[in-house]
Every structure is written in C-alpha cells, then in structure tokens.
C-alpha cells in the first residue's frame, strides 16, 4: 500500500524567508501525482501545488515550488519570501494515476513569525 | 473558488442520535469524496462516490453511510451517533476530464463539519 510520510509535525519561519517542509512516500508505482494542500485555521482546505510523475521538471507556482526526487521518492514544498497568510497545516498527498482516492501525509503544522 | 458546501459547520449531538452532515457542490462533479480528520491529523477516506447511484466504502472503516441520488449532493449519515464518532468530517469533489494530465486531479473541499458527539 501506497504511504506517505511528513516527517515535521511542526515548522516555523520568519516573515519574508523561505522555508522547506519534507515528504516522502513508498510506491511500487511508475505513473502518479503528488500534490501539496494547505488547511488554513478553520478555512477550506486547497491545493498548493501538483506534480506529474512523468514530469522531470520541477513544479511551480508563485512563490511555491517543489523539489521533485522520484529515485528518491522525495518531494519538498519550497515557500519563497513567507508571508503571514502561508501560515496553515500543509498536507502532502499521493494519487496513483487512475486511482479515485488521495493518500494524505499526516501534515505540518506552518508558523509565520512576524 | 470552491463551490462546495457542507452543513453544519459544527455539531454537538447525544449519543444515539441519528445525523446527516450535508454536502453540495455546484460545479457539476462526477467524483465526490468524504474524508474523516482528526485535529493535526491526516486525511482518511470513508466513503467516495463516481457518480449518481455510485457508492463505495473507503480505506478507513466508518459506520457511516452515503448516497449519491443526484450529482450535487453527496450527505453522510451516522444512524447512531458515539463518542467515537467526534471529528471533523471533510467532503470534496472533483470533476472527470480528458485534458492535459492533472488537470482534473483538483481537489475541491468543503469547509468541513467537526462534529462532537456527547
């Protein structure tokens, strides 16, 4: 079975600094997406970031981007110039292509210090 | 933005009771999903639906139940609702397409029901 490990409960950062939050997952599978979801306090969980495993390049948006290690099974979430509303609980997630369901990580919890 | 929606926001309720926590999304979704949080927890999946008249049980057990008359609505019931039961309950959609990969993995969330049950 596919899993999903974040290994930071918790993170912080300065205002205006980067900050990388890890994950890794086991697969047996060569085709599938990896994605990075953010649950705000009491707001709506949304998605931060994709990547296609097929894909080589790096995924990015905005001030966020990934480091993508398929041989490693690795995929970081890099945050550029943090700002205060990037605070949240970021999840990781897994789908094996043609799969209906995501495997989440158990999430890390973010803190922007002013 | 999303447009899907649950009902309540928050529950207390007795045990025993029975509860339907309500979803709807508008944007026409085949794929629609409930996912059971714990607080700082991961995401586990009760229950996902392909479409109308479509119900499936997900990884984590859960004596909860779902139907899928119509594509919008997608309501969880507890016919009998435990302390075991509080949590925050999370439903999602997504749609089914054929465009470039990934384009149609978006996961669309509700703004959850915590439910506590006393």
């Known amino acids: 079975a596919q899993t999903v490990t974040q290994s930071q409960p918790e993170m912080s950062v300065q205002e205006a600094e980067t900050v990388t939050l890890s994950c890794t997952y086991d697969t047996s599978e060569s085709d599938y997406y990896l994605f990075w979801y953010k649950q705000p306090p009491s707001r709506q969980m949304i998605l931060v970031i994709r990547q296609e495993a097929y894909k080589q390049q790096n995924a990015t948006e905005n001030r966020f981007s990934v480091n993508f290690q398929k041989a490693a099974k690795s995929f970081s979430l890099k945050i550029s110039d943090s700002q205060l509303g990037d605070a949240a609980m970021y999840f990781c997630a897994y789908k094996r292509l043609g799969a209906q369901k995501l495997v989440f990580g158990q999430g890390t919890r973010l803190t922007i210090n002013p | 933005e999303a447009d899907i929606y649950q009902t309540p926001r928050y529950l207390v309720i007795g045990t025993g009771k029975k509860i339907t926590l309500e979803c709807s999304q508008t944007?026409?979704?085949?794929?629609m999903y409930w996912y059971q949080q714990d607080p700082g927890m991961e995401l586990h999946l009760i229950h996902y639906s392909y479409g109308v008249n479509s119900t499936e049980k997900g990884d984590l057990s859960s004596e909860s139940t779902v139907s899928r008359i119509r594509t919008e609505h997608f309501p969880l019931t507890l016919e009998s609702a435990r302390p075991s039961h509080t949590s925050q309950y999370l439903c999602a959609s997504r749609e089914t397409g054929f465009g470039p990969a990934a384009t149609n993995e978006k996961l669309f969330f509700g703004s959850g029901t915590q439910l506590s049950v006393l």
């Open positions: 944007m026409g979704h085949d794929k």
